[in-house]
Every structure is written in C-alpha cells, then in structure tokens.
C-alpha cells in the first residue's frame, strides 16, 4: 500500500535481506550475494522485481490472537523457494481437497486488510475465493473477518502473487480475478515493479478460463491507462466495456479507496473477458 501513509503501510523492509528479498534497488546491490546457491535462488527476483517491499509483519494484539485462531481453517501453507514469500516449483493446489468442492473459483491479487473478498465470500456461498497477500497484518485481518462469519469458502495464501500463478493454479481453473489499487510504483525508475505487465497478464490468462473474468481498479490515472496500454492490445482478453467500466458492485469501498478519494483522486475500473 505504497500511497497510504499510514505508518502500518510504510514501506519499512525488516532487515536487508528482506529488503532484497522485495529486490528494492538499492538494498540488492549492497546485500546481494553474488555467487553460490543464495545467488541462484535470488535470480526470480531479479528477472522479475516483485511488486512489494516488504512490511513489518510483526502481529500483535487481536490480530495475532486472529492468526493464532484462524490460520489453521484459512491460510494454505506452500512449499517455499529461498524467500519466505516465493513459491517453490514444486508446490500443488487442488480446490477440490482445500475447499471439498469444486465451485467457480475468484482470485483477488493485494486483498490488503479483506474487505472485498470477504465481503463477497459472505454474498457468494456458492463460489470459492482465494486470498493472495504478502502483508501479514492484511491477512491476519481478513482471517479475523471470515473467522468471525464463519465462512468456509474463503482461503488465503501468503506469497508473491506471480508465483502463485505460475505455479499453483492450474490452467483454465480460475472463474474470476482481482486486481484492485495495486501498489502504483508511480516514479518511473520503479515501473518495472508493478504487477499488471505483460508477463503477469500472461499468466492470469492461462490460469482464467474462457469466459472468464478479470477485474481492475486504480486511483492511479496513469497507471489505469499503462494497464490499458497493456491489456488492449492483448490478444488473450477483451475489454468488455471497450473503455472503462462502471464500478464492479461487489467491489466494497476499502479503507485504502476512502483515503484515495479523500485526496480527490478518481478512480478507474476495468474488466476484461478471457477469450
Ligand atoms: C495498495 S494495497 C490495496 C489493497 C486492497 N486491494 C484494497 O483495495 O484496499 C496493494 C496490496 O497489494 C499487495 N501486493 C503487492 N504486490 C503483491 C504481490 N506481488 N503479491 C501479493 N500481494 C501483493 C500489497 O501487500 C498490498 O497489501
């Protein structure tokens, strides 16, 4: 949550080797390693900078007693590669086994503290929704959330979201996917890091069915328009509404939109259609 300047949102990477493991710029250059296995399992990351800087993730308080309560009915543990947020090669998903049924499944990529899944997770008995986040006191909240509800058709997975995709998520699985206020990385030494490039759109492609739906919102006007310039021309997707398109209704204003619009930002919605 890069634009919220709450102190719970500022970037403050824990250590620099969390700082590299969010391959900021400066902290890789200085703690890098540069040989030997550490330097092999780093290369993801330096391919493809993630599109976080890691937070503090110390929990405390009700939420640490929500992760303690809940983690064992929502969070899936993954295989891991060298960083905790990775996603090893090896890793297997199965809705069928992680939800006992097989129901249209929607991703939210960033979910932050769970206000619109676990909305819609409440609104959609019916359908199954999965939580990708790295920020711990996001996830402990929305565990809090569904938890309190009683929800069982809600899961979270805490990794770097191109990875989960890459490979947990099996071809043509997923029914739906959000994006909603993804990080803007608005100076343009840092635009590499944001997540709706062409190599993140490859993979929400293979993993969407046809037919199936992605949605995006911003408050960003550049960045609305950088993932049109993306998305468009991608031969993968339509843009349903040729343009931009009216608010999604089950998108429920979250903390970080109400700041947004306090600040008198607009905000741009997108849907596109896999083909
Ligand atoms: C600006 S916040 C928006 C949160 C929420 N969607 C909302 O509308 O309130 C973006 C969120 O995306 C998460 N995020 C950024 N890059 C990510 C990635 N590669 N994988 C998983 N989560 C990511 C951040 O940790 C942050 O919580």
Known sequence: MTSANTPEHAATPESPRDAARGNDDEALKATAPTSGRA??????????????????????????????????????EVPRDIADTSVSGQATFDQLTTFGRRAPLTVEVGSGLGEAIVAQAAA??????????????????LMLRAGKQGLTNVR?????????????????????????????????????RRLVKPSFARHVATALRAGGTWR????????????????????????????????????????????????????????????
């Open 39 to 76: 330097a092999e399992d780093l290369r993801y990351y330096r391919t493809e900078p993630v599109s976080f800087v890691r937070r503090g993730s110390r929990l405390q308080g009700r939420r640490l007693r929500a992760w303690e309560r809940y983690a064992s009915d929502y969070l899936i």
């Open 216 to 275: 995006l919102a911003t408050d960003w006007a550049e960045y609305a328009e950088h993932m049109r310039d993306v998305l468009d021309p991608d031969e993968a997707f339509e843009n349903v509404h040729g343009g931009w398109a009216p608010r999604f209704d089950g998108r429920v204003q979250t903390s970080f939109e109400s700041k947004a619009i306090a600040a008198g930002r607009e905000i741009f919605d997108l849907t596109y259609r896999r083909l």
């Open 124 to 141: 959609h008995p019916e359908r199954d929704f999965l939580a990708v986040e790295v920020y711990t006191p996001g996830l402990a909240q």
């Open 156 to 192: 979270v997975i805490q990794a770097n979201a191109p990875e989960v995709f890459e490979h947990l998520l099996a071809p043509g699985s997923v029914d739906e996917v959000w994006v909603f206020f993804p990080d803007p990385w608005h100076k343009s030494r840092h635009h590499k």
